[in-house]
């Protein structure tokens, strides 16, 4: 087997290991799987992925056949989320998920990452398993508007116990987390914690203004009221659902 980044000539079976991954892995009906896809991997984004410096697509060739990869995106100087880890159904349980994780982890490494954050729905037993053994921790959980329905997500990191700094909010403490970040449509947002064993997200701390993010959007979206940063979706978006 190798591991290589993707070409264009992959994305039809990218699409397909997608498709399966999916129906195998989470509780969605076909409607939403089939609107994910389009949405993700259709001819137009997978042409922006292969263009954006920022994002990582690594596929695992098995004597030509595409039968898992991994999409990442930088998110801050210092953290990247790996977005999606596919593998064809047929072929789990034979290691390609490990060592293709492995993989996407040096080649971010390369890049001066230094902490990989994941996220996988909560009914996704395997998935939330998978990170575990990977080493990394759960360091929070949400929830997610698709096609309609409500579903809690489960949020993973590598995370240093001393990347986390208090902060006052109306006479409580609140724990920003410099290592876990989400994507800001001005500047990336450091998750913000109730405590610092990191078991439940308070918000957002908006790193363009240095200032706590938790107003909402008509879309439901987090907004910074200072400057205008927008947390941006990277994996669900009921909009398109």
Not at 68 to 73: D, H, K, L, T, W
Not at 110 to 135: C, H, K, M, P, T
Not at 204 to 220: F, I, K, P, Q, T
Request: hydrophobic share 35%.
């Amino acid at each position: 087997m190798e591991i290589r980044e993707a070409h264009v000539r992959d994305r039809p079976a990218i699409r397909d290991v997608a498709r399966r991954s999916l129906e195998a892995s989470y509780s969605l009906g076909p409607r939403a799987i089939t609107g994910a896809i389009e949405e993700w991997y259709g001819e137009s984004r997978l042409r922006e992925s292969f263009s954006d410096d920022n994002r990582l697509l690594l596929v695992a060739d098995d004597d030509g056949q595409v039968v898992a990869f991994s999409e990442s995106v930088v998110t801050s100087e210092q953290t990247a989320q790996l977005l999606w880890l596919h593998v064809d159904p047929d072929y789990r349980g034979a290691g390609y998920g490990e060592r293709l994780f492995d993989a996407t982890r040096h080649r971010l490494t390369e890049r001066d990452i230094d902490s990989i954050q994941g996220r996988v729905l909560a009914d996704n037993q395997s998935g939330n398993a998978f990170y575990e053994a990977q080493g990394l921790s759960k360091v929070g959980e949400e929830e997610v508007d698709i096609d309609g329905t409500r579903y809690i997500e489960h949020v993973y990191a590598d995370i240093d116990e001393n990347s986390t700094d208090p902060l006052e909010v109306d006479g409580d403490t609140v724990y920003v987390a410099h290592d876990t970040t989400e994507n800001g449509s001005l500047a990336p947002f450091r998750v913000v914690y109730t405590e610092p064993d990191r078991e439940e997200i308070y918000g957002y701390w908006c790193s363009r203004c240095e200032d706590l993010a938790n107003a909402m959007d008509a879309m439901g979206r987090i907004r910074c009221d200072g400057c205008g940063n927008a947390r941006k979706p990277t994996r669900w978006d009921s909009a398109y659902l």
